[in-house]
């Protein structure tokens, strides 16, 4: 692949990326990687995150595991902490974590809307508050919540995931007002379309949503890392509380 | 964006100026045009001076006619056009109720039927070669009330739609159309019109943009960075304005 000149200033800026065993979140923590940032691969899954940044520093990238659930209050902080710890400083947070288990519409239990709201809202915006507390101190940050376009449409087929990428959509906003006096811009990334990771291959949508796509094929979850790049880069100076929407046509508002 | 060329309208003035200079310095080929001739050579002057490649097309794009031929002239000049931004605009100031018709039709003109030819003529380009990038300059106001500029508003909501349809229309070409919507930007004409000062008190970021601010965000858009994005309009506002 042939590299790009521009570069995003991310050479030696630390970055911490939640859900980044896999998918979206790991495609997103090695493109950072390649462009020079030390990433913490933030996840759950701890076997995952250890491969995930063995992998990355095998091509030479510095990267961390950090294993954990950001779904409390104080965990979130002391994950968090860790990548403080180990790297002194961090200059960017990406809150991909999620989960999106389809559920019929009249069928969703106390349970799976609990499960859903705890790691798609609460545990984002305990790691936005974490990595806000560190970044004020430099008066400069990036954020960077990964929400979906099912944020923004009807979305029967998965009604309380579409709930909770609007909750995400809507703190984006809310912090990206509250933290833009210090320094720290808060914006968000809304994919959509068809976009080729395991999870969807798995679910076994991705036909019928590329029938309906303009741009004619499968994003590849690096297609959709580079607008993430730009928005926790020093490139980015001015968006603030703003939500991109990247779909390949499939969804345009 | 080293061996692109990009036509950029309007390019003479504050935003399009930096543009050209943020992308001639990542190694683009910049065809400036604008319809203030010693404006356009002066862009043209400062790109070669970092030794940049830059030429200047000077021209109306208000006309069917004579939009094609201009990007005729850039694509003569180049050889090929990799990307389009369609900056140009006009931002006089009318309160609501006294715009007259040569005032509309003046920012119809300029805003709206001039991007949309440039935009036709880039496609007609593009998409013999499969690959295309258009960015089209919008504006905060196009998504909110604006009393003080009404009709401005109403045009850049217009060029938000065709962005819109465009990028519908034209990503089964290979041709990614986006926007940008900026908010306050410390332009000299800005500085001029004197109203920077309230608007940074409103802006939580706490100063209106540089141009070069917001020209990062259009050379992403215009870039091949950009692979998967269609139709949308990115706003740009540093917090003043957040739908």
Excluded: C
Excluded at chain 2, 89 to 113: C, H, K, M, Q
């Amino acid at each position: 692949m042939a590299r790009n000149i521009v570069s995003h200033h991310m050479q030696g800026k630390n970055i911490v990326i939640t859900g980044a065993a896999k998918g979206l979140g790991r495609a997103t923590a090695t493109m950072l990687a390649e462009a020079g940032a030390g990433v913490g691969i933030l996840d759950i899954n701890g076997e995952g995150a250890r491969a995930a940044a063995d992998a990355i520093a095998a091509r030479g990238g510095k990267a961390i595991a950090i294993v954990g659930d950001i779904t409390t209050r104080d965990s979130a902080h002391e994950l968090f902490g860790q990548a403080v710890e180990a790297f002194g400083r961090v200059d960017g947070l990406v809150n991909n974590a999620g989960i999106y288990p389809r559920l019929p519409i009249m069928e969703i239990s106390d349970d799976d809307w609990n499960a859903s709201f705890a790691v798609n809202v609460r545990g984002l915006y305990h790691m936005m508050v974490a990595a806000i507390a560190h970044m004020r101190t430099f008066r400069e940050g990036r954020i960077v919540n990964i929400a979906s376009i099912d944020a923004f449409k009807a979305h029967p087929k998965n009604s309380h995931y579409a709930a909770m990428k609007a909750a995400v959509v809507s703190l984006t906003k809310t912090f990206g007002l509250e933290a833009a006096p210090l320094g720290i811009l808060v914006n968000g990334v809304a994919p959509g379309g068809p976009i080729s990771t395991e999870t969807a291959q798995n679910m076994g949508f991705l036909p019928s949503v590329l029938a309906e796509t303009p741009i004619g094929w499968i994003a590849q979850p690096e297609d959709i890392a580079e607008v993430t790049m730009f928005a926790v880069s020093g490139r980015n100076r001015y968006m603030v509380g703003e939500t991109v929407i990247v779909s390949g046509g499939y969804y345009i508002p | 964006m080293l061996g692109k060329n990009v036509v950029i309208t309007g390019a003479a003035g504050g935003l399009g100026t930096a543009t050209a200079m943020t992308l001639a310095k990542a190694g683009a080929g910049v065809a400036v045009l604008d319809i203030n001739e010693v404006g356009a050579q002066h862009v043209v002057d400062e790109v070669k001076k970092i030794g940049g490649n830059a030429a200047s097309i000077v021209g109306d794009i208000t006309k069917r006619e004579d939009a094609f031929a201009l990007f005729d002239k850039a694509l003569a000049a180049f050889g090929h056009i990799d990307g389009l931004i369609n900056n140009a605009g006009i931002y006089p100031r009318r309160p609501i109720f006294e715009i007259t018709d040569e005032e509309w039709n003046a920012s119809l003109g300029v805003n709206v039927r001039g991007l949309y030819n440039m935009m036709v003529a880039a496609v007609a380009h593009m998409r013999e070669r499969k690959q295309g990038r258009i960015v089209n300059v919008a504006s905060i106001d196009a998504f909110k009330a604006h009393p003080k500029n009404s009709h401005y508003a109403a045009t850049k909501a217009a060029v938000v739609s065709l962005t819109k349809s465009f990028g519908l229309e034209v990503a089964p070409l290979g041709i990614l159309v986006n926007g940008i919507a900026p908010g306050p930007i410390a332009t000299e004409t800005a500085k001029r019109m004197g109203f920077l000062p309230s608007i940074e008190a409103e802006t939580p970021i706490g100063r209106a943009a540089a141009p070069e601010d917001i020209a990062e965000v259009i050379m992403f858009l215009i870039s091949s960075r950009n692979r998967y994005m269609v139709g949308e309009t990115v706003v740009v506002s540093g917090g003043y304005y957040i739908p």
